[in-house]
């Protein structure tokens, strides 16, 4: 059921948006590979959904192009552009039956022999048998599935996602992630989806593109972006991170030195993104161990030491806070094998990390940027 005539890749070239003083888009370009599953990832207001709305036709540029392999659609009509829409609200008709709801785009097109097309979708999205129910008497799992269904059945060049599994309950919603991967990889055409969710954009997305005040700030695959951000924003934004402010000092050997409060560390320099300079050092909850004040840490590990503040029983971890002499909270996840030592609050403790896990960021580029969390004040200390 691919795509039979190629469409070529979806490029967004020097893209932008205004809204009078505001602008919303701020000089975007980008390549989005034919048949990839390519998301957008923002907070509200970065501009996600206004370029969402360019390439649909919603919202006309300021500037730049909308290139679909090289043609350019910016300034066509909505209708006449080979791209289709689903919303979060889905947009059912609900005084048409399933069967009649996926059919009306052919209808609309004066398609009159349509019954195994649209047999062909709703088995592609398991509704086989849902053809004469109406859409109040489907779950809303189901309905996202008819919208799609409808939106894929005229064949689109580009499937444009606008944060289409926000109203479903978590455990449908992560149901509905793999079903959506599944769907693209059969169709195999272009998904372009945006959301405010990192596990949605990481579960399902081969390239991801974290957005923040109209401009990319990290293009890649999920594991690179998540195990190596480009910027503190990134590395707060999608997961979590733990950053300490510190300096460079210079280098040893393949490794670039730290300096942070007094004390040293080192991180691989492949795994730097400056090499001079203030800096973050950063780690990854997961990817720190806690031990008792009294145990010795593995050799080559590097460690700070505390309190712990706060532990948070999750299931599958349980999440510390763990207070340094100089007030900074790392956070740490210990998952809940069985084997760990539980800690108590108020209880002294050793977090420690192997230095290839860590990252380093440059500090410059952020101390002026309100959005990114900084991490090296004290955290609820006057509590």
């Not at 289409?164 to 769907?183: C, H, N, V, Y």
């Not at 990192?198 to 593109?209: G, I, K, Y």
């Not at 951000?229 to 707060?236: E, G, Y």
């Not at 080192?266 to 203030?278: C, E, H, L, W, Y």
């Amino acid at each position: 059921m691919a795509q039979e005539t190629p469409a070529g890749d979806l490029r967004l070239a020097n893209l932008t948006k205004t809204f009078g003083a505001f602008t919303a888009v701020d000089d975007l370009s980008l390549t989005i590979g034919q048949g990839t599953f390519f998301a957008l990832l923002g907070a509200s207001g970065c501009g996600k959904t206004t370029t969402l709305r360019m390439i649909a036709g919603l919202e006309e540029p300021t500037s730049g192009q909308v290139l679909l392999g090289d043609r350019d659609i910016a300034r066509l009509r909505p209708y006449k552009r080979p791209v289709n829409t689903v919303f979060q609200s889905y947009a059912l008709f609900p005084h048409l039956d399933i069967f009649e709801n996926v059919a009306f785009g052919l209808r609309r097109r004066g398609i009159r022999s349509v019954d195994q097309q649209v047999r062909q979708m709703l088995s592609l999205v398991q509704l086989d048998g849902y053809e004469r129910r109406r859409p109040t008497q489907l779950s809303g799992g189901q309905q996202q599935r008819v919208a799609l269904a409808r939106a894929l059945i005229n064949h689109p060049q580009v499937l444009l996602l606008d944060e289409p599994l926000g109203a479903l309950d978590l455990k449908l919603r992560r149901q509905m992630q793999i079903e959506l991967k599944r769907i693209q990889t059969e169709v195999g055409i272009t998904f372009v989806h945006v959301t405010h969710d990192q596990e949605e954009a990481m579960t399902m997305a081969d390239t991801v593109a974290v957005m923040n005040a109209g401009r990319i700030e990290q293009l890649g695959a999920p594991a690179d972006i998540y195990e190596f951000p480009a910027t503190a924003f990134v590395a707060n934004f999608l997961g979590q991170s733990n950053l300490i402010a510190g300096d460079v000092f210079g280098s040893n050997g393949s490794d670039t030195m730290v300096t942070a409060h007094g004390a040293r560390f080192s991180v691989p320099s492949a795994r730097a993104r400056t090499d001079r300079g203030p800096v973050y050092l950063g780690i990854r909850p997961e990817k720190l161990q806690l031990a008792g004040a009294a145990v010795q840490v593995p050799a080559g590990s590097q460690h700070l030491d505390g309190t712990i503040t706060d532990a948070s029983y999750v299931g599958v971890s349980t999440q510390y806070l763990l207070r340094t002499g100089w007030g900074t909270e790392l956070s740490i996840f210990v998952a809940n094998s069985g084997a760990q030592q539980r800690f108590a609050v108020g209880e002294r403790a050793v977090a420690y990390w192997d230095p290839r896990h860590a990252f380093l960021l440059s500090r410059r580029a952020d101390e002026n940027d309100r959005t990114t969390p900084v991490l090296d004040e004290p955290v609820g200390a006057s509590s």
